[in-house]
Nanobody, 121 residues
């Protein structure tokens, strides 16, 4: 029932920045934990960042700490991922997801279509 649509991906040089957005519809956005995952070529989909319903807590995979910031605007039914100091290893398809708890990674049941992020060296 919940639909998620990502946007904001693109091609950037190493050290650059991108801001991804995920617009939600069809549910009570503020009741969901939201997260970003990514999948690089030849690798499994992995967790990137998550945020609680109230934005009181955020979580990040170690490789993006200090560079990425997840945020949400419940009034706009949108979650964001600000990505700074991008590295080539950040290249992946980024997916937005909604679930019952930010750290229950296997329970994220709603997914967007993904947006490609490519970081050139």
């Amino acid at each position: 029932q919940v639909q998620l649509v990502e946007s904001g991906g693109g091609l950037v040089q190493a050290g650059g920045s991108l801001r991804l957005s995920c617009a939600a519809s069809g549910g009570t956005f503020s009741s969901y934990a939201m997260a970003w995952f990514r999948q690089a070529p030849g690798k499994e989909r992995g967790f990137v960042a998550a945020i609680t319903w109230s934005s009181s807590n955020t979580y990040y995979v170690d490789s993006v700490k200090g560079r990425f910031t997840i945020s949400r605007d419940n009034a706009k039914n949108t979650v964001y991922l600000q990505m700074n100091s991008l590295k080539p290893e950040d290249t992946a398809v980024y997916y937005c997801a909604a679930g019952p708890h930010p750290l229950a990674l296997r329970d994220y049941g709603y997914w967007g279509q993904g947006t490609q992020v490519t970081v050139s060296s």
